[in-house]
């Protein structure tokens, strides 16, 4: 039996598209008991698939989501999706650099509820 060549990148992408541990499995075409053991690299340990949601959230005023004929819906959210996400990162205002408070120090003085 030939050994498959798996990269740790590969997994990864393929976790970030929702497929299980068995998917994966079927994907390279190993085991179950060989992708057990593959998920005990240190770089693979405790990952887990990225669930796909039913939905997306959109901005108030985005156009109105049409499927086309030539386009799925899951496409077209996809579209407004990244494209909401660029519009709210570049119009996101700058952050204040927040300085620190000063530092009381302590004083030896019995608090005037314990008289």
């Not at 108030?60 to 909401?84: C, F, P, R, Y």
Request: hydrophobic fraction near 30%; proline fraction near 3%.
């Amino acid at each position: 039996m030939e050994q498959v060549k798996i990269t740790i990148q590969g997994v990864k992408d393929c976790l970030n598209q929702g497929m299980s541990r068995e998917d994966i499995a079927e994907h390279y075409g190993i085991t179950m008991a060989d992708c057990k053991e593959l998920f005990k690299d240190e770089r693979l340990k405790g990952l887990k698939a990225k669930k796909k949601r039913g939905f997306v959230i959109v901005e108030e005023g985005a156009e109105d989501i049409q499927a086309g004929s030539d386009t799925t819906i899951g496409e077209d959210l996809t579209n407004v999706e990244e494209n909401s996400t660029a519009n709210v990162l570049g119009d996101a205002p700058e952050v204040e650099e927040v300085k620190e408070a000063p530092v009381m120090e302590e004083t030896k003085e019995t608090p005037s509820w314990n008289n």
